[in-house]
């Protein structure tokens, strides 16, 4: 058996730039990824099967998961006779990449177990076709993101900084995101140079911002708790939402910090998804 981490994808921002004539969004963000996140484990069999583990998610043919393992062994000319287990640790419609990393984590697993070499280019135009955010997660590193997500170019070097992901178990549809939010469009502003220094990198992102964030919160008001939570503690440096939400991040200096802030949040609201981690 083979088992790979599917990481959480957190946008650390998200400014929408414009919109193609077929209606997709053209982009500018940049993805990081957790240390935390669902696992893909796989072994032969005699035919294609896949459990969820810890969630109620369709294990039928409309799982992304599925399509993967479809389409690579379509790509292949094999057989996809492989046994599937996905341990569901990420909420569900969350905006931190949960069918994506799933899908690439099916990718990379399989070619493992099949033992068979696929060029990058080929393996992550496979990707695309699963889904605008697939590529990224395939190279599972921090990349900027243009296009409608298909244009990855790696981010210059930034401050591995100590992480925690809160979403209030409500789920948010990221067409509804789209359809609802006024046609407005922010200049795109990557990060181009390396940066060292904490402080710094918190002043850059202050900058920037998720131009899908304020739907969210009308569609959703719990999103706009979740950031005020992360607002009111005093040892956030910066939050906001990821994606479409309605997970939310905070950055922290320290992973002693990460924890406190942690500690107050799941005191306050039990009920809700708190994770700590870090940026990978």
Known sequence: MISILAPAKVNLYLHVVGKRPD????????????????????EKDDHL?????NSDLSCGEDNIIIKAARKLAVFLGIEPTVKIVLEKNLPIASGIGGGSTDAAATLLALVQLWQVQ?????????????????????????VQVAGIGEILTPAPRLPKLAMVLMN??????????????KPIFTEANPFLHDIFDTDEFIAELKKRRNDLQPTACEIEPAVAEVLSEFADNPLTLFSQMSGSGGTCFGLYKSDENAQKAVDTFKQR???WWIQKTVII
């Open 118 to 142: 696929i060029k990058q280019e080929d393996l992550l135009k496979l990707a695309l076709e699963l889904g605008a955010d697939v590529p990224s997660c395939i190279e599972k590193i921090p």
């Open 49 to 53: 099967s896949l459990t969820v583990l």
């Open 269 to 271: 609201h039990p009920e």
């Open 168 to 181: 209030p178990n409500k789920p948010v549809s990221t067409p509804q995101i789209f359809k609802s939010r």
């Open 23 to 42: 209606g997709y969004h053209l982009l500018d963000s940049l993805f990081v990824f957790a240390d935390y996140g669902d696992k893909i484990s796989v």
